[in-house]
């Protein structure tokens, strides 16, 4: 069994590698998506603009990978700190 | 052989599997019942969540709403996608560790409080009582249309079906019954999708051919689109209309309410591991993900098939005329059968008020033809006039999509009743056997209610969707958020963070859509709204940050947290252990 203190180092990891997904997660969204849509608008794509894109499928493609890189990155947090089952 | 024997066979036969796996996933004890033993593989579990979470409003609505909304309506994609990150990193896999049956057990443990279960098990049941209406509205709507039968035999012949393999299987019939539904359901979204792309692109992949040039034209499908919309009135497919504010909020609310809702949650109970909890949630968004990447594209090719089924010759040409829809057939010899098909339910009308013997589709007064939305993904095949098998396979979708869906929100209700009530408040004592018999009793009563509703449904139906989101992103989300990432929220915080966010949310909601959705009692209307462009359906963000605020002041000011509890929080950040919460 683990100590409380690397228990506490594995929490923070994990909080930070949460941290930086969500900044990734909110940027293709709410960003390019959204509120970015008018910065991005001279890139062309089929007929429309990079938001459009981001908007209707670029956001759920880069969610996908969020998803699947953080359990990854979690497996190998979970075996350097000795907590993995 | 006729559309009527072919719809016939292929649902028909889409029963039968799914009475198969029932009789085959008999659950014998409570593990079984509430959480499949906890033995599903995560991509089988990802294939079940995917057919749990598409519903009929996602098979049958989705694309509809997108093909009159355009660019608008991608909160609807992005925010329906969006919340799988949420849960994969912030619930499922320290719920998983938590080990128990249901979401207002979670949150009566770690809040120390029958409270706080209490209106957890109210928010549950109002949220997924809603979400139930709709699904056995759908499934009485895919009947009547694809076989003929009333509404109500088709609502008494779905019923059946769930009852046989819900209650008998619970979650673990349930689940295996969902992976069933979920590649009949797929399948039938993508082959008519593929079809048209390639009519319409030349492209196979339906989300390739949304950025891909008209075959017909030469330039972007997209802009084909757009000028047709502009010419005949319409807004544009492709800006903006909506406040930036309120499509943020609303992406907010949907991502959020996705993950809160508490039939998604329990899905990933039933993995074997923490490990198995995240990626469970990886495999859910890529199955679901086949259908959202493709629905954008079903949504644009859609309108433009319509206009161009009303514009023959193109917006500057004679519109389609009353004599060519009598004879199903217009000038060019395309088959135009599918207009009178639907104007029979319903749900298509044109009439021809200014006598010029054709059918005027534009925006304004001109216009002569009303289009219900619901309707584009089901005659989406007749209208691009593909063979009859794909149309009896798409019957058979959305009838997988609806009756999973209700399975997913049974199961959720039955065990709230008799686990988080009936247990765990009105007698503790009672025996694995007798609470399995609670547990199907509660299933069976839940089915006919359900039913019930389906065949009066109240006529605010359709609004009570924006309640069933809110009340899952106001209370239960945030609740669940800061027992899990906080161990300073005390009972109290939470309690009052969650009835603070729950009743400004339906408060709001209410002055909107009337008290108890009696719409001569609004105060307000969702396109001139109370706080700034803030529609009702995107408040549930607010109501959230009303939650978060109140419980964190309460907490502050009272008791901390007791040791034990903090030892639970502890615990349940930790994935060693989950395993021998198996069977237990």
Redesign the interface.
Known sequence: MANNGDNNAYWAANKRIIGISLVIWFVVSFGFGILLRPVLSGIAIGGTDLGFWFAQQGSILVFLVLIFVYAAKMNKLDKEHGVDE | MDQFTLNLLVVGATFALYIGIAIWARAGSTSEFYAAGRGVHPVLNGMATGADWMSAASFISMAGIIAFGG?DT?AY??GW??G??LL???LA?YLRKFGKFTVPEFIGDRFYSQTARTVAVICLIIASVTYVIGQMTGVGVAFSRFLEVSNSTGLFIGAAIVFMYAVLGGMKGITYTQVAQYVVLIIAYTIPAVFISLQLTGNPIP?LG???DSVATG?????DL?GLLSDLGFKSY?E?SDT?LN??LF??SLMIGTAGLPHVIVRFFTVP???DA??S??WA??FI?LL??TA?AVGAMARLNLINTFYPNGTSEAALSLAEIEAGVDAQGNDVNWVNNWAKTGLLSFDDKNGDGAITYANGDANELTVNRDIMVLANPEIAQLPGWVIALVAAGGLAAALSTAAGLLMAIASAVSHDLIKSQINPNISEKGELMAARVAMAVAIAVATWLGLNPPGFAAQTVALAFGLAAASIFPAILMGIFSKRINNKGAVAGMLAGLITTIIYIFLHKGWFFVASTASFSDADPLLLSIKSTSFGAVGALINFIVAYIVSNATDEVPADVQELV?SI???????SAVDH
């Open positions: 660019y991608s994609l992005m996608t969006g799988y990150v994969a990193m912030l896999p989300g949304l950025f891909s330039q972007p499908i997209l802009q757009e492709l903006q930036t499509m943020f992406t907010v591991t923490v490990k995240r990626s949630a990886g968004l890529v993900a959202y990447l954008p502890e950040r930790i994935p060693r252990g989950a395993g």
